[in-house]
């Protein structure tokens, strides 16, 4: 194997990105700009929600309550309403996510502890709003009743949380406030660092549309040369993204970076050699540029959303689909950035998944390797 | 030639795609030093042969070696020795001049000093000096061809393989491709060159000509313009040569006249018989009899267009 | 009329492409399928397995049925006994475990004394904070089932009557609460997009990168002629590949069809015409298919953030909210969330309609006028 060749080849291939600025910054920083969107867009924290009130009893402890619950960004009061068909038409259009509606004898209801005479409409169809304003609610509604009952029996003497008999205290290690935000991110990150895997799938099968790889086969250019010069590029062009990209975690978004920069950086490379491997094995089957990108959109890109325990956490999945996971280089990776971002740990304890990243590669490069044949048939 | 060892051996190389027979049974010899062309109709085989003489297509059956080397075995041990032009324009549209021969050259094991030179003569050879950091897509199609053929060589190959290197070039810049092919065969390099151009086959030392995958011919030019056909051409400039054609082919359908074949050239008939000379008069007649004047009628030296039309026709 | 059947004999054309080229077509459309098939299985599972350990200082009769409760729960997969704290941390280090849960040793004799109040901490895993939230929302429902338990007996109230001090809850248009219908609409309609941008992106960069679109240029049609000769087996592959999801949601996930179908296939088609005009334009922007891939990749992943897929618009800030007034799928998604699960009909449904009118006029004349001066 000759060092001179393969960097002849790498040298093309960076001569190819970098030949028209616009290509080179769509490449270079494609992961970056992916991982700035696909963040705003699935993970905001949750605030604003539109909310119709019906008071039916309209006395000035529900007129507290009210005030209450709708403190604070997490609830907006879109508008007091009167009848239940109000109600049903501001849900049809979408003006409001969620209805409160008080029972007629509400006050009276919550001081002799008949319950809570309070019902929650929510709109199905986007559950999310609905269980944060239920919990919100909930919580808030607890806080009202707890405040009821301890003017009424204090007797027992400063005893807020009546309703709660068991305490909970609740800490949250590494996301303390368990905003969604906190934890997607790093995922995200490992999704979008597998990018490159697209771009060199795509070059090998953009040298056989083209016929340069006939003419690159007649030279003594060997496989693993050729596989290994295509690859390496776009390893660098994952690294520079591997630089970029915590650092706009951190400012963008105050996703802390508590690990060894260090040991992110040589992780990272050990996935993107193994991803990058699963992109040259798709480019050397593929003919075509477009079956090379819907390839890899079903086999890289599907899988990594799915598969790798980032939206879906693995341990609700069934056997089959774990077993499978173990071979998506996503999954250890996405530990492995979770690892060094949030939890702060280091090579003693993510080494297994470099060695399984590194390992992974030398798989998918074999194989590459082996079903490359520099014949035309 | 004579006991020199081939530069070239083929032996009843067969290519099939399924049912289809792109190859049918070739065999040849090229001898070294010598510019060898394999003439043929689009989708003749002749890239699938040169595909196979390279290493690059597995022949259903058959052999090929090259430089004394069987390349079905060791395809990878000719690469460093041998050089090929694609049929397709296949070096980097979106790389410059420059690069595109620092790669080949990289590829081809060239490094540094040695690298340089050869480069500067590859500009050389083909006219770009100065032109180094044109991107080659803005290069126009005849130099383009120059610069594959530079890149081609830049390893200093001992075989050449150009599969079609003129398609789609301007005439002139054709005649001066072939000049370059001249002085690197002067330098002792032997050419393996395909083509469907019948001017360019005049330029070989030796033919080969194909149709449907089978070799209906072969010789050197001389050769094959003196025994490639029975027969000899009679050339006739009439006043509607499209006409002409039908009513000569139509005559020699019905039997009336002895005719080999009747081709339209432009304006002119070509009309090819044993002992066509004493046919003129018949001729002459077939063609008044249709209001046809037949216009100066001459027997002439046939060109290997002739030859070959008159093979395939067979 | 002439120009239609120049307009045809280009469609032929492109139909044959996709005839040899027939990867893109079916892995898109079976792509999209499958993905929806996996993102609806995927949110109507409920999470389970998470592990679990528990420090039980108390050990007691009430501390142990505390546990079995959690047990019992589907959620978690309860590890083996744990003896210290520091177990715990490193397991929370290491990422072994999603929630922990410890049992203080004065449990049962606080719970038993009327005003007892036993703290029990829960340390929870927040590195995933998916799990997490479940893994929290499983304790809290059964320490609540615990301590109502616990409250009746204290507040002397009769266990009957007693409904929990929570709000009763009504779910509109999604009784189930299956979150599959909430995400399939929304992933219905990114497929879509998705789909209809990547090959209208592809239809001229393509060509032109395979040098076939000079050929092209010279024959005798008009820019407006090859434009419709080009969208038509887009229109009709992506008109397909709607009404398979369609099929798909409905079978698979009872997502139900209350309003007017046929209003929403027609609306349906409109959107596909805005769509297919924005990949018009990036088709002619870029300058090869690896760009055209790119950029349908940004544009799809911004337009993403605006249909309130992942999460409502309404907790994005302003200018996002008031941004995506502009993004036709936007409109799409409230429009089929309309049709689909509420039922609702123009007559709520008429400002999206206007909007996705409006807007595919203006993209549509403004692509058209792109595409007319980057191609002569």
Redesign the interface.
């Known amino acids: 194997m000759?060092i001179?060749?393969v960097?002849?080849?790498v040298?093309?291939e960076i001569?190819?990105i970098l030949?028209?600025r616009?290509?080179f910054v769509?490449?270079l920083l494609?992961p970056t700009?992916?991982m700035l969107?696909?963040a705003?867009?699935?993970?905001?924290?949750?605030?604003?929600?539109?909310i119709a009130v019906l008071d039916y009893d309209r006395s000035p402890t529900s007129r507290d309550f009210v005030q209450q619950i709708m403190a604070g960004d997490d609830l907006?009061l879109y508008a007091q309403v009167s009848s239940m068909e109000e109600i049903e038409t501001l849900?049809?259009?979408?003006e409001i996510?969620v209805a409160l509606i008080l029972a007629p004898d509400f006050a009276r209801d919550i001081s002799s502890?008949?319950?809570?005479p309070?019902?929650?409409?929510?709109?199905?169809?986007?559950?999310?709003?609905?269980a944060f304003a239920?919990d919100h609610?909930?919580w808030r509604?607890?806080e009202f009743?707890n405040q009821v009952l301890s003017s009424q029996m204090g007797a027992?003497?400063g005893?807020q949380?009546?309703?709660?008999?068991?305490?909970?205290?609740?800490?949250?290690?590494?996301?303390?406030s368990?905003?969604?935000r906190?934890?997607?991110i790093p995922g995200l990150i490992s999704m979008v660092l597998g990018f490159p895997a697209?771009?060199v799938a795509?070059t090998l099968a953009?040298e056989r549309?083209?016929?340069?790889l006939?003419?690159?086969?007649?030279?003594?250019?060997?496989r693993a040369e050729l596989l290994l010069g295509k690859m390496i590029p776009y390893v660098l062009v994952g690294l520079v993204n591997v630089i970029i990209i915590p650092f706009l975690a951190m400012l963008m978004f105050r996703i802390p970076f508590n690990g060894s920069f260090i040991v992110f950086f040589l992780l990272s490379a050990a996935f993107l050699f193994a991803i990058l491997g699963m992109g040259l094995i798709i480019g050397v089957f593929?003919k075509?540029?477009?079956?090379a990108?819907?390839?890899s959109?079903?086999l890289i890109f599907?899988p990594g959303f799915?598969m790798t325990?980032i939206?879906?956490?693995i341990?609700?999945m069934p056997e089959v689909m774990r077993l499978e996971a173990l071979a998506l280089p996503g999954t250890h990776y996405a530990?492995i950035t979770?690892?060094v971002f949030?939890?702060g740990?280091g090579l003693d304890?993510l080494w297994p998944y470099g060695v399984m990243l590194v390992g992974l590669g030398v798989i998918f490069l074999a194989i590459a390797g082996l079903f490359f044949r520099?014949?035309?048939? | 030639m004579t006991s020199e060892t081939a530069t070239i051996v083929t032996e009843n190389l067969i290519k099939r795609f399924g049912e289809f027979t792109a190859v049918d049974e070739v065999s040849f010899k090229v001898h070294p030093g010598e510019i060898f062309g394999f003439l043929g109709p689009n989708g003749s085989g002749k890239t699938t042969t040169i595909r196979m003489m390279l290493g690059l297509l597995t022949p259903t059956s058959g052999n090929v070696e090259v430089l004394s080397i069987p390349v079905l075995e060791q395809p990878e041990a000719i690469r460093g020795r041998v050089g090929y032009m694609s049929q397709s324009f296949s070096l980097y549209n979106d790389l410059t001049v420059l690069q595109n021969l620092r790669f080949y050259g990289t590829a081809y094991g060239l490094s540094n000093k040695g690298l340089k030179q050869r480069i500067d003569r590859a500009l050389q050879m083909a006219g770009l000096e100065g032109r180094e950091n044109v991107r080659t897509h803005e290069l126009s199609g005849g130099w383009r061809q120059r610069l594959a053929l530079g890149a081609a060589i830049l390893h200093e190959p001992e075989v050449l393989f150009l599969d079609e290197p003129t398609a789609g070039v301007d005439p002139l810049s054709r005649r001066e491709f072939w000049e370059l092919l001249y002085q690197l065969v002067a330098d002792g390099v032997t050419v393996f060159v395909t083509t469907h151009y019948m001017d360019e086959a005049e330029h070989c030392h030796r033919l080969a000509l194909i149709q449907r995958g089978k070799i209906i011919a072969s010789g050197s030019p001389n050769e094959m313009r003196n025994q490639g056909m029975h027969g000899q051409v009679l050339e006739i400039a009439p006043s509607d040569s499209a006409r002409a054609v039908k009513i000569l082919r139509a005559a020699k359908a019905d039997g009336r006249l002895p005719l080999e074949s009747v081709e339209l050239y432009g304006s002119l008939v070509h009309v090819i018989a044993d002992g066509v000379e004493s046919l003129q008069e018949a001729i002459a007649l077939e063609l008044k009899r249709s209001e046809i004047e037949s216009g100066r009628m001459a027997v002439i030296e046939p060109s290997l267009e002739d030859v070959f039309i008159a093979c395939m026709r067979d | 009329m002439a120009t239609w059947r120049k307009i045809w004999s280009l469609s032929l054309k492109e139909f044959i492409h996709l005839r040899s080229d027939w990867w893109l077509p079916v892995f898109m459309v079976l792509g999209g399928a499958l993905e929806l098939l996996l993102i609806g299985w995927a949110t109507s599972r409920p999470i389970t397995n998470l592990p679990l350990m528990v420090l039980d200082h108390d050990r007691s009769a009430a501390s142990r049925s505390f546990v079995v409760s959690l047990e019992n729960t589907e959620t978690f997969n309860l590890e083996d006994d744990v003896y210290d704290i520091v177990t715990i941390e490193e397991a929370l280090r290491l990422g072994e475990i999603n929630a922990a849960v410890i049992i203080p040793p004065d449990f049962s004799r606080e719970l038993s004394s009327p005003a007892g109040r036993p703290t029990v901490a829960v340390l929870l895993n927040g590195a995933e904070s998916i799990p997490a939230t479940a893994a929290l929302r499983a304790i809290e429902g059964v320490t609540r089932e615990m301590g109502d338990q616990i409250l009746v007996q204290r507040l002397g109230l009769k266990a009957e009557e007693f409904e929990g001090f929570i709000p009763s809850l009504r779910v509109w248009f999604n009784e189930s609460l299956s979150e599959a219908l909430y995400t399939t609409p929304a992933e219905m309609g990114l497929m879509l997009e998705f789909t209809v941008l990547l090959f209208a992106a592809l239809s001229f960069s393509r060509e032109r990168e395979l040098g076939t679109l000079e050929q092209l240029l010279v024959m005798p049609f008009s820019t407006l002629e090859i434009v419709i000769g080009k969208a038509i087996p887009v229109i009709l592959v992506a008109f397909f590949d709607f009404v398979l999801m369609l099929g798909i949601t409905h079978l698979a996930f009872g997502v139900p069809v209350r309003g007017s179908l046929s209003l929403l296939l027609v609306l349906a088609f409109v959107y596909l015409l805005v769509e297919l005009s924005k990949g018009l334009m990036i088709s002619v922007i870029a300058k090869t298919q690896h760009q055209a891939f790119l950029l349908v990749l940004m544009v799809g992943m911004a337009d993403f953030m605006f249909t309130g897929y992942a999460a409502p618009v309404e907790s994005m800030p302003q200018v996002i909210q008031w941004v995506s007034n502009i993004i036709p799928a936007h409109h799409f998604l409230t429009i089929v969330r309309g049709i689909l699960l509420k039922g609702t009909g123009m007559e709520v449904l008429w400002p999206n309609v206007l909007a996705l009118i409006v807007l595919g006029l203006v993209i549509g004349g403004y692509s058209m006028r792109f595409v007319r001066r980057s191609l002569s």
């Open positions: 000759s001179r060749r960097l002849a080849v040298r093309k001569q190819h030949r028209d616009s290509t769509l490449v494609a700009a992916l969107l696909m705003y867009a699935l993970t905001v924290d949750i605030q604003h929600v539109p907006d849900l049809m259009r979408g996510k502890l008949r319950g809570m309070l019902q929650i409409i929510i709109d199905g169809t986007e559950p999310q709003s609905g239920v609610v909930g509604a607890e009743l027992f003497g005893s949380g009546i309703l709660q008999p068991i305490d909970l205290r609740v800490r949250a290690w590494y996301n303390p368990l905003k969604p906190v934890d997607m697209l771009s795509l953009h549309e083209h016929g340069t006939e003419q690159l086969m007649a030279t003594p250019i060997g593929m075509t540029q477009p079956a990108l819907a390839l959109f079903l599907f799915f325990g939206f879906f956490p341990a609700s530990i979770r690892g949030l939890t740990v304890v520099k014949r035309l048939g």
